[in-house]
Every structure is written in structure tokens, then in C-alpha cells.
């Protein structure tokens, strides 16, 4: 099954960019859905295979002959492999996809046709959905060390998703909203962002990596909004699924670097040490929740067990991150 699309046109309106590290199956049928959502698009699909080892390259050039696949030596993480074709696609529009992220029917145009309209919006993403189609909490407030202490002594809950002292997590993902950031298992960019402010920071490998990048974005001046009447199914966590302790390592090395990078030394101190009382204060209260509610004590000990070791990394796991 091939895709040639827009052939006629002097240039695709967008670029579907796909990362794929081990996920064969689950990325053929993404581009399958990917293929139907585009119809007649003017549109080139890009996949960006990073070291996988199952036969993912040959199974997508022996069914997309006519897509750009990029074959990486080693997987070269996210942000770059994003980078990598993002710097040589040829679309005013950019949809980066995960591999196990899978657009419903009209997603794609309907994000595309909300940037052509709101020149002020420099990305877009969806509302998604887990497998069994209930909500998967996708927009964050940005991780600075102020909003850490709010949330870990609680104070963050009393207050509104709508104020700035409160987060999303109360908030049903229902109505659309200029947020700070959405995680990147879907995002359409306008090139003329990504020629302004420039890809992925590389030195993220995995997780963090869109929180910068659209930190950047706001910053530039451009709005990030968050499109509920767009769906997409995200099945979530597929390529790490057999290397927990490495996703673990990844995702708190890579918040570490962001508070350096933005807040300095003192902002990751402050924004460590949040984490540290907050993991104390949790630990105590499944303690007593073991203690007296005989009917929770295996939820208890997940929960102790969780709150342990992220309290003992968080104290004792202490370096500068990325400085040469």
C-alpha cells in the first residue's frame, strides 16, 4: 500500500512526521489511519525509525514505498528524530504523531483548518482518548519549582483549573483553551514557528522535550492551544513498555535538565526539594492508610513502595545536569 499525495500541487500543506522505535505493527496501522484521515491532502508522510530492531524499516517501505523514511544507526531519542525530518519536510504544516497515537476521522483537517484561521495560534493539539475511550489527561501546567510546592502541599487544589495557582488535573478537557503545554503524542506546528524557534533541544532524549519546546513557543509570542473537538486514541507508553527502569531514569533526568535550563541551579534545588517533602508527606499518610484500612493495604504498598524510591532518588540522586 503506497500514498502519493498532493503530486500535482507545487508543494504539500503538511508533513506527517512519525518516530518509530520498535513498534512495527502499531506503526503500520497508524500510517494506515493516517493515509485514510489524509484523503486527497496535499500532504508527504515522514517516518523516522531510530535503531529498531523488529523489522519495522523493511514492513514500512514494503507497504509505503512512496513515504520518506528516514533510518537512524542508533535510536538518537525523540526531540532529534522529530528534528531530523522536520528539517528536511517540505509542508507549511507539521503533524508530528506517535507511532501508537491513532487520529478519528476529519482529525487532521480539522487541527489544520483551526491554525489556517487563528493566526495568532502557533500549535495545536487534540483531546485524547485511551484505548477503552475514556479521557487521557494531556495538558500540563509548565514544572517550575513555585507550582511544584503548590502541588505537593496541596495548595494548588484550592484553586480553580482557570486560575493560574491551580493545575488541569480537575479540569474534564471539555472546552477550547489556550494551555501552557500538550504532551506530544500529537501536535500540528506552523513551519514559520519552527523556523523561529527552532526544534526539539536534543539534549532532552525523551520526556520534558515538548514542555521546552513549547515553553520556547509561548515565549516567542504564540499561542498553544488545546482542541477538544478533536479526537485522538493514544494507547500510550509503547515503546518503553519492556524498559521501565530506563523510561524512569529518562523522565526524571530529563526534568532535572529542564529546571536547570530554565530556572537555574537554585530553581532545580527548590523544585528537588518540593518533590523530597511532598514524597515524605504521601509516604505518611499510605503508612496510616496501611495501618487502618485493612481493604487498601495492596494499594498501600504499591503506593509506599512507589513514594520510597522516588523520595530516595530525589534526595540522594543529585548532579548537575548536561554541563560539559
Partial sequence: MGVKMGMCDPGPLLSCVIVSYNTREMTLDCLRTVVTDLGRMP????????????????????????????????????????????????????????????????AIATMLNYLQEHPDVGLVGPRLLNKDGSLQRSCFRF????????????????????????????WNHDEERAVDYVIGACLLIRRSVFDQVGGFDERFFMYSEEADWQKRIGDAGWKVVFLPTVEVTHLGGAS???????????????????EWKHYGLLGLVSFRLAMIVGGLLRLIAWVLVLIVIPR????????????????????THWRVPFVA
Avoid: C
Wanted: proline fraction near 5%; glycine fraction near 6%; charge should be positive.
Fill in 43 to 106: 500532504a508527504e508522510l515522514w517516518v523516522v525509525d531510530n535503531a529498531s530492531t523488529d523489522g519495522s524499516p523493511r514492513a514500512i517501505r514494503e507497504a509505503f514505498p512512496d513515504i520518506h523514511l528516514i533510518e537512524n544507526q542508533s535510536n538518537i531519542g525523540f526531540g532529534a528524530a522529530n528534528n531530523q525530518a522536520m528539517q528536511q519536510a517540505n509542508g507549511d504544516f507539521f503533524l508530528l504523531l506517535n507511532s501508537d497515537a491513532f487520529p478519528t476521522s476529519g
Fill in 143 to 170: 514544572p517550575y519549582p513555585a507550582s511544584a510546592w503548590r502541588e505537593n502541599l496541596w495548595i494548588s487544589n484550592l484553586f480553580s483549573h482557570r486560575s493560574p495557582l491551580g493545575d488541569y488535573r480537575r
Fill in 240 to 258: 518503553g513498555a519492556a524498559e521501565k527502569a530506563r523510561i524512569n531514569r529518562h523522565f526524571f533526568e530529563s526534568l532535572d535538565y529542564y
Fill in 296 to 315: 487498601r493495604r495492596g494499594t498501600a504498598r504499591t503506593k509506599i513502595r512507589l513514594l520510597r524510591w522516588l523520595t530516595i532518588r530525589q534526595a
